[in-house]
Protein backbone atom coordinates (compact mmCIF):
# COMPACT_ATOMS: atom_id res chain seq x y z
CA UNK A 1 0.00 0.00 0.00
CA UNK A 2 2.91 2.72 0.55
CA UNK A 3 4.21 1.97 -2.73
CA UNK A 4 1.10 2.50 -4.17
CA UNK A 5 0.26 5.63 -2.52
CA UNK A 6 3.78 6.74 -3.01
CA UNK A 7 3.30 6.51 -6.71
CA UNK A 8 0.39 8.15 -7.11
CA UNK A 9 2.10 11.22 -5.35
CA UNK A 10 0.02 10.56 -1.71
CA UNK A 11 3.47 10.24 0.20
CA UNK A 12 3.07 10.46 4.12
CA UNK A 13 -0.71 9.54 4.34
CA UNK A 14 -1.46 6.77 6.32
CA UNK A 15 -1.88 3.69 4.82
CA UNK A 16 -3.58 1.91 7.34
CA UNK A 17 -6.38 3.82 7.00
CA UNK A 18 -5.88 4.01 3.48
CA UNK A 19 -6.63 0.41 3.06
CA UNK A 20 -9.37 0.60 5.49
CA UNK A 21 -11.08 3.35 2.92
CA UNK A 22 -10.25 1.34 -0.09
CA UNK A 23 -10.93 -2.03 1.57
CA UNK A 24 -14.36 -0.72 2.60
CA UNK A 25 -14.82 0.53 -0.37
CA UNK A 26 -14.49 -2.45 -2.26
CA UNK A 27 -17.03 -4.21 0.21
CA UNK A 28 -19.65 -2.09 -1.12
CA UNK A 29 -18.81 -2.79 -4.58
CA UNK A 30 -19.22 -6.40 -4.31
CA UNK A 31 -22.48 -6.02 -2.79
CA UNK A 32 -23.19 -3.95 -5.85
CA UNK A 33 -21.62 -6.23 -8.16
CA UNK A 34 -22.96 -9.72 -6.98
CA UNK A 35 -24.48 -8.78 -3.79
CA UNK A 36 -21.01 -10.21 -1.68
CA UNK A 37 -21.45 -13.70 -3.33
CA UNK A 38 -17.59 -14.89 -4.79
CA UNK A 39 -18.90 -17.82 -6.62
CA UNK A 40 -21.42 -15.70 -8.58
CA UNK A 41 -21.91 -16.02 -12.28
CA UNK A 42 -23.23 -13.37 -14.04
CA UNK A 43 -27.07 -12.29 -14.15
CA UNK A 44 -28.26 -11.02 -16.98
CA UNK A 45 -30.17 -7.36 -16.60
CA UNK A 46 -33.46 -7.00 -18.26
CA UNK A 47 -33.44 -7.09 -22.06
CA UNK A 48 -29.75 -8.23 -21.96
CA UNK A 49 -28.12 -11.58 -22.61
CA UNK A 50 -26.08 -13.11 -19.62
CA UNK A 51 -21.91 -11.89 -20.39
CA UNK A 52 -18.88 -13.72 -18.57
CA UNK A 53 -18.77 -11.74 -15.89
CA UNK A 54 -18.01 -14.18 -12.76
CA UNK A 55 -16.94 -13.34 -9.14
CA UNK A 56 -17.17 -10.56 -6.15
CA UNK A 57 -16.17 -7.89 -8.74
CA UNK A 58 -17.77 -9.73 -11.93
CA UNK A 59 -14.77 -9.63 -13.99
CA UNK A 60 -14.96 -10.25 -17.81
CA UNK A 61 -13.54 -13.60 -18.27
CA UNK A 62 -14.11 -13.52 -22.53
CA UNK A 63 -11.18 -12.11 -24.21
CA UNK A 64 -12.28 -9.07 -26.04
CA UNK A 65 -10.66 -9.97 -29.19
CA UNK A 66 -10.41 -13.21 -30.27
CA UNK A 67 -6.74 -14.92 -30.20
CA UNK A 68 -5.54 -12.04 -27.39
CA UNK A 69 -5.04 -12.73 -23.87
CA UNK A 70 -7.35 -8.93 -23.02
CA UNK A 71 -10.47 -9.87 -20.73
CA UNK A 72 -11.34 -7.55 -18.24
CA UNK A 73 -9.74 -10.39 -15.92
CA UNK A 74 -6.36 -10.74 -17.67
CA UNK A 75 -6.22 -6.84 -17.82
CA UNK A 76 -6.81 -6.87 -13.97
CA UNK A 77 -4.44 -9.41 -13.47
CA UNK A 78 -1.72 -7.79 -15.46
CA UNK A 79 -2.35 -4.65 -13.41
CA UNK A 80 -2.36 -6.44 -10.00
CA UNK A 81 1.16 -8.07 -10.63
CA UNK A 82 2.87 -4.73 -11.12
CA UNK A 83 2.52 -4.56 -7.45
CA UNK A 84 2.29 -8.28 -6.04
CA UNK A 85 3.79 -11.55 -7.17
CA UNK A 86 1.65 -14.27 -6.15
CA UNK A 87 1.40 -17.27 -8.07
CA UNK A 88 -2.71 -17.54 -8.41
CA UNK A 89 -2.11 -14.58 -10.08
CA UNK A 90 -0.61 -16.48 -12.74
CA UNK A 91 -3.27 -19.42 -12.55
CA UNK A 92 -6.59 -17.25 -12.57
CA UNK A 93 -4.80 -15.64 -15.79
CA UNK A 94 -4.43 -18.95 -17.83
CA UNK A 95 -8.43 -20.30 -16.26
CA UNK A 96 -10.31 -17.33 -15.45
CA UNK A 97 -11.91 -19.21 -12.27
CA UNK A 98 -12.12 -16.32 -10.49
CA UNK A 99 -15.07 -18.02 -8.18
CA UNK A 100 -11.76 -20.79 -7.68
CA UNK A 101 -10.47 -17.32 -6.28
CA UNK A 102 -10.85 -16.16 -2.12
CA UNK A 103 -12.82 -13.31 -1.73
CA UNK A 104 -9.72 -12.05 0.20
CA UNK A 105 -7.72 -13.04 -3.37
CA UNK A 106 -10.80 -11.43 -5.60
CA UNK A 107 -10.72 -7.90 -3.69
CA UNK A 108 -6.11 -8.13 -4.22
CA UNK A 109 -6.96 -8.68 -7.59
CA UNK A 110 -9.98 -5.30 -7.95
CA UNK A 111 -7.67 -2.91 -6.03
CA UNK A 112 -4.66 -3.96 -7.70
CA UNK A 113 -6.86 -3.50 -11.11
CA UNK A 114 -8.18 -0.05 -9.94
CA UNK A 115 -5.66 1.62 -8.34
CA UNK A 116 -3.39 1.30 -11.60
CA UNK A 117 -6.02 2.26 -13.92
CA UNK A 118 -5.53 5.03 -16.15
CA UNK A 119 -7.01 8.42 -14.42
CA UNK A 120 -7.13 6.35 -10.85
CA UNK A 121 -4.78 8.36 -8.69
CA UNK A 122 -7.41 11.75 -8.97
CA UNK A 123 -10.10 9.74 -7.61
CA UNK A 124 -7.84 7.86 -5.08
CA UNK A 125 -6.54 10.65 -3.61
CA UNK A 126 -10.13 12.74 -3.44
CA UNK A 127 -10.90 9.26 -1.48
CA UNK A 128 -8.17 9.21 0.71
CA UNK A 129 -7.89 12.60 1.38
CA UNK A 130 -7.85 12.83 5.42
CA UNK A 131 -9.96 16.23 5.39
CA UNK A 132 -12.66 14.56 3.01
CA UNK A 133 -15.57 14.03 5.16
CA UNK A 134 -17.86 11.33 4.68
CA UNK A 135 -19.99 12.76 1.39
CA UNK A 136 -16.97 13.22 -0.16
CA UNK A 137 -15.57 9.68 0.41
CA UNK A 138 -18.88 8.50 -0.89
CA UNK A 139 -18.91 10.60 -3.76
CA UNK A 140 -15.42 9.86 -4.91
CA UNK A 141 -16.55 6.13 -4.44
CA UNK A 142 -19.41 6.64 -6.43
CA UNK A 143 -16.90 7.80 -9.75
CA UNK A 144 -14.39 4.92 -8.71
CA UNK A 145 -16.98 2.42 -9.39
CA UNK A 146 -18.84 3.65 -12.56
CA UNK A 147 -15.95 5.84 -14.22
CA UNK A 148 -13.09 2.70 -13.37
CA UNK A 149 -14.99 -0.51 -12.32
CA UNK A 150 -17.80 -0.75 -14.63
CA UNK A 151 -18.05 -0.86 -18.30
CA UNK A 152 -20.57 0.48 -20.62
CA UNK A 153 -19.55 1.84 -24.19
CA UNK A 154 -19.46 5.55 -25.02
CA UNK A 155 -22.32 7.64 -25.37
CA UNK A 156 -24.53 4.62 -23.80
CA UNK A 157 -26.46 5.44 -21.20
CA UNK A 158 -25.75 3.61 -17.23
CA UNK A 159 -28.56 1.07 -17.08
CA UNK A 160 -31.19 1.56 -13.96
CA UNK A 161 -30.08 -1.45 -12.14
CA UNK A 162 -26.51 -0.67 -12.33
CA UNK A 163 -27.23 2.94 -11.27
CA UNK A 164 -29.84 1.41 -8.10
CA UNK A 165 -27.21 -1.07 -6.77
CA UNK A 166 -24.64 1.99 -6.44
CA UNK A 167 -26.82 4.37 -5.03
CA UNK A 168 -27.59 1.56 -2.41
CA UNK A 169 -24.62 0.02 -1.60
CA UNK A 170 -22.38 3.22 -2.29
CA UNK A 171 -24.18 6.13 -1.44
CA UNK A 172 -26.49 4.53 0.97
CA UNK A 173 -29.59 5.85 -1.29
CA UNK A 174 -32.78 3.13 -1.37
CA UNK A 175 -35.79 3.88 -3.49
Not at 14 to 32: E, M
Not at 65 to 82: I, P, W
Amino acid sequence: MTKQLNRSGMEGLDSTGARNILYDFALKVARAESSGDPKVKNRPLEGKEASSATGLYQFLVDNADKGEDNSSLQTAVNRAKKRIDAPWLDEVFKTGKVEDLTPDQQTVLFLGDILEKKGSDKLIKSLLDPNAGEKEQKKAMYKIYLNLHHTKKEGEAWDKKILENANREILGITN
